[in-house]
């Protein structure tokens, strides 16, 4: 078992770290024959991972990966882990996948995918994440066993989030009660790493994890979360349960269209509803637009109408935008910011965008598009399909729409 090194050789640990000597720590974690050494070294490393993650290079990240792959040491590997997911958890998919490359190039005479377990029963929560990395890549029925019983009985939370994350994608209904536990959580010092993110992180991963599963049971926990008194977890599960069943859900997403008390759970019901628009069936997504405008009404306060804005200006996701700008028009919400979202969508380069974008403005307000029309007109190029559909809602407003055929 390792032990602290001396006092002298701590003192030299901190000495480097505080010069920014990182890579002198990272040669004694790879290159020192005493066990205790190289634990002191990679504690030391740990604890000043803030000023080393502005200055790792590839081969530093290399040089500690290998570590990790190499050193015979669990207690000095846990340390390593510590630094590398404080930096980035995505390093631990890609150890596992050095693992899965080379099965049996592991730090004992125990083969991949064997070691997770015995990760798996250590004592330190940066070897047990490691474990439930691979127990979510390996997907077989002991390892989804393992899954669960992480989910069940682990005492770190980071740890736990990262077994519900792996479990929504292997795990099945006996795994909905376990998850569902952690969309609240109520006594943080039941758990390590259980701060205020780490928390925040672990609810979200649950009701990922639940939208995924797709179960009865999965969606009755998020309408439950999606009517509690935790705004925070309201606004998640408002945000994906349109996922998992779009025509149940537009009732109580559009409800929270109407809170005026956490603009936070507006913006994801706005997100929400869009949701459950784009994840439909083709058959059913006229359906469910026709409910979610029907509950909504046109009258909608302008705060409402923003947020569709914000999805129209901000969303990376096309079919998003295109909903969002259709149900801009369909509303007929006379904000400025609704004008400006739907004339810059104009210049856009998805054509179906374009087109939503400038049948909607003809539904606004005519005296507002028109002052922001010319500037607009003005902005763009003159040989622009921007400029060409702008100059047609223009004349549409002028002469009619009986003039304009969109798209020509």
């Keep these: 078992m390792a032990q602290e090194p001396s006092s002298e050789m701590f003192d030299h640990f901190y000495s480097l770290s505080s010069r920014g000597a990182y890579g002198e720590l990272i040669r004694y974690i790879r290159d020192h024959d005493d066990e205790d050494v190289r634990y002191g070294a990679a504690g030391v490393l740990s604890e000043s991972v803030s000023g080393f993650a502005e200055q790792m290079t590839p081969p530093a990240r290399k040089a500690l990966v290998d570590a990790v792959l190499n050193d ?229 306060d302008d705060a409402v109408s923003d947020e569709f804005a914000s999805i129209v200006d901000e969303s990376p996701r096309k079919p998003e935008q295109r909903n969002a700008a259709w149900v801009l028009g369909q509303l007929e919400s006379d904000t400025e910011d609704t004008v400006e979202s739907l004339l810059a969508a104009l210049d856009d380069d998805d054509d179906y965008l374009r087109i939503i974008a400038a049948a909607g403005l003809t539904t606004l307000d005519s005296s507002l598009v028109e002052e922001k029309l010319e500037a607009f007109l003005e902005s763009v190029d003159e040989e622009s399909m921007a400029h060409n559909l702008a100059s047609s809602i223009r004349s549409n407003l002028q002469d009619g729409p009986e003039k304009v055929i969109w798209g020509s």
């Design 72 to 300: 015979p040491s669990d207690a000095v590997r846990a340390n390593v882990v510590k630094t590398l997911l404080a930096i980035d958890e995505s390093i631990a998919d890609n150890i596992i996948t050095r693992l899965e490359m080379t099965p049996d190039s592991t730090p004992t005479d125990t083969p991949y995918p064997l070691i997770l377990t015995k990760w798996h029963e250590r004592q330190w929560p940066e070897l047990r994440f490691l474990a439930v990395v691979g127990f979510g890549r390996v997907g077989s029925h002991t390892t989804i066993e393992k899954l669960r019983t992480t989910i069940q009985r682990e005492t770190d939370l980071r740890v736990i989030r990262r077994a519900i994350e792996a479990s929504g994608t292997v795990g099945d209904e006996t795994f909905v009660t376990p998850i569902k536990n952690y969309l609240r959580i109520d006594d943080e010092s039941m758990y390590q790493s259980a701060d205020a993110e780490e928390i925040r992180r672990t609810k979200q991963a649950a009701v990922e994890a639940l939208v995924k599963l797709g179960t009865n049971g999965a969606y009755e926990a998020l309408h439950t979360a999606s009517r509690g008194t935790d705004a925070e977890l309201k606004a998640c599960a408002l945000s994906e349960i349109g996922r998992l069943a779009p025509d149940e859900a537009v009732d109580l997403i559009v409800d929270e269209l109407h809170n005026d008390d956490d603009d936070a759970v507006r913006e994801e019901a706005a997100e929400g509803l869009i949701t459950t628009f784009t994840e439909s069936d083709f058959e059913d997504g006229h359906t469910v637009r026709e409910q979610a405008l029907a509950e909504m009404d046109d009258d909608v």
